[in-house]
């Protein structure tokens, strides 16, 4: 979601949500972190950049309780993004 604040310039939220699965099996999940913060987005002509600061809202890792806390273990505690792409 983005709201566009002057031209070219957007402003609006991100979420994330990573897991890691032993095995490839789903039924087998070792972790997963939830992640929801700013975006900061710009384009002009055929290129684009968007920078994300997304801090962890949730996370678990294998052998601890699911209480909701954080996984600290596989995961960053805040995680700053910047994205660069250009349209071929």
Same mark, same amino acid.
């Given at each position: 979601?983005?709201?566009?604040?002057?031209?070219?310039?957007?402003?609006?939220?991100?979420?994330?949500?990573?897991?890691?699965?032993?095995? @490839?099996?789903? =039924?087998?999940? %070792?972790?997963?972190?939830? #992640?929801?913060?700013?975006?900061? *987005?710009?384009?002009?002509?055929?290129?684009?950049?968007?920078?994300?600061?997304?801090?962890?809202? @949730?996370?678990? =890792?294998?052998? %601890?309780?699911?209480?909701? #806390?954080?996984?600290?273990?596989? *995961?960053?505690?805040?995680?700053?993004?910047?994205?660069?792409?250009?349209?071929?």
């Amino acid at each position: 979601m983005t709201y566009r604040f002057v031209s070219n310039w957007f402003l609006g939220l991100e979420t994330r949500y990573a897991t890691e699965l032993a095995d @490839a099996n789903i =039924h087998n999940q %070792e972790d997963w972190v939830f #992640s929801f913060g700013p975006a900061l *987005h710009y384009a002009a002509g055929r290129w684009w950049a968007t920078l994300t600061w997304l801090p962890q809202v @949730a996370g678990w =890792h294998a052998g %601890e309780s699911r209480s909701g #806390s954080l996984d600290l273990n596989g *995961h960053e505690r805040q995680e700053i993004r910047l994205k660069i792409g250009y349209d071929f």
